[in-house]
Each structure stands twice: as C-alpha cells, then as structure tokens.
T-cell receptor
C-alpha cells in the first residue's frame, strides 16, 4: 500500500521560530509537493520537486523554502514563522507525467 | 486568470439518492481532471481520473463526466450512503507539459442522511 508520511501531525510554534515539516514517501516517486489548505481557499501549491535537489516554486512560495536531499524525503521550511502561516500543510507525491497524487495525512501548524 | 469553482454550499441528500457535484473551470485547457475525497482532518484520497478525450468514467457507484466545451465536470454518487459523507475536491492539471501540478477547487461538502 502506498504511503506518504508526515512526521508531525500537530505543531504549535512561536512567531519568528524556524519550522521544519518533514515528509517521506515509500513509492519511489520522482515528484513531491507541498500544499497548504485553508478554509475557503482550498489547496494551494507552495513548492514542488521533480527530482533530488531540484525544486520549483508553486503559487504561494513566499515565506517558505524546501529541501530534497534524498528521493524519498521532501522537507518544508518556514524560515521565520508568522501567524498567517497557521494552516494545514499537506505533502504529496506522484509518478512523472502527472496522474494520481498521493497525499499524506497533513500537519496542522499553529503559529502563536 | 485560471479558476476552478465547485458548489460552495454543502450538499445534503437522503440515503439512496444520487448525489451530483459540479466542477467548473475557466482559462484552462487541462489534459485531465481528477476527483478526490477528503474526510475531516485527513489528507485527500484519489477517486477517479478522466482525460480530456474521455466523456465519462465509472468506478463502482461513482461516475464522472468531463465536458471540455462547457468546461465542466460532474461527479455522481449513485445509491448514496451515510459513509459517503465527506468533502469532494476536483483538481485539474495546469496543462500540458506542466509536470503533474494540480490546481484544486475549494471542495463541496456532502452530507448523506440516513
């Protein structure tokens, strides 16, 4: 069974803290994605990666960075957390060429 | 600008009836469209994919249509059950050669009453 695992389900961080959200997939997928989901706004793409050490900005990359040192792992980094980054973050992966995206269970981040 | 719209209001139906959810888009030429189910507090789960050259796709009690002229997809759940209650998201690829990046609608919440 395919699996995308997000290491933290619930986090509470202070404004200005550096935050790492980790994601691991066991399907040997080349593509990995980070989305955030907010009420009324749906899922919005933050960053994605087609391969190790490769990254591209999505629709809302400001305030975020990513790291992909290994094929199975894609990390989202909030350099200096702000309250407007309070959200549910979803990691996902897929094979090249599109098709089904497999999501993790999500990480709920609250910035106070 | 590119836009996807789903029924913003929740859909309440009686068990056994057919639920129909709508997804409209503008300024896109997607190669395919997908539907996902999302339960509260969980990540979305893939249900169906339909390609631009397909008019209809079925999977068990689910049926999806895709009209590229109307720029609309309809998602049907026949013989609905309370267990079908969830939020349903439609998603489109950003177009050819966009590497599988998807744009999601806001989702429609479906509630099936016994």
């Amino acid at each position: 069974d395919v699996k995308v695992t997000q290491s933290s389900r619930y986090l509470v961080k202070r404004t200005g803290e550096k935050v790492f959200l980790e994601c691991v997939q066991d399907m040997d997928h080349e593509n990995m994605f980070w989305y955030r989901q907010d009420p009324g706004l749906g899922l919005r793409l933050i960053y994605f990666s087609y391969d190790v050490k490769m990254k591209e900005k999505g629709d809302i990359p400001e305030g975020y960075s990513v790291s992909r040192e290994k094929k199975e792992r894609f990390s989202l980094i909030l350099e200096s957390a702000s309250t407007n980054q309070t959200s549910m973050y979803l990691c996902a992966s897929s094979r090249p060429g599109g098709n089904t995206i497999y999501f993790g269970e999500g990480s709920w981040l609250t910035v106070v | 600008s590119q836009k996807i719209e789903q029924n913003s209001e929740a859909l309440n139906i009686q068990e056994g009836k057919t639920a129909t959810l709508t997804c409209n888009y503008t300024n896109y030429s997607p190669a395919y469209l997908q539907w996902y189910r999302q339960d509260p507090g969980r990540g979305p789960v893939f249900l169906l994919l339909i390609r631009e050259n397909e008019k209809e796709k079925r999977k068990e009690r689910l049926k999806v249509t895709f009209d590229t002229t109307l720029k609309q997809s309809l998602f049907h759940i026949t013989a609905s059950q309370p267990a079908d209650s969830a939020t349903y998201l439609c998603a489109l690829d950003k177009g050819h050669n966009q590497g599988g990046k998807l744009i999601f609608g806001q989702g429609t919440e479906l509630s099936v009453k016994p």
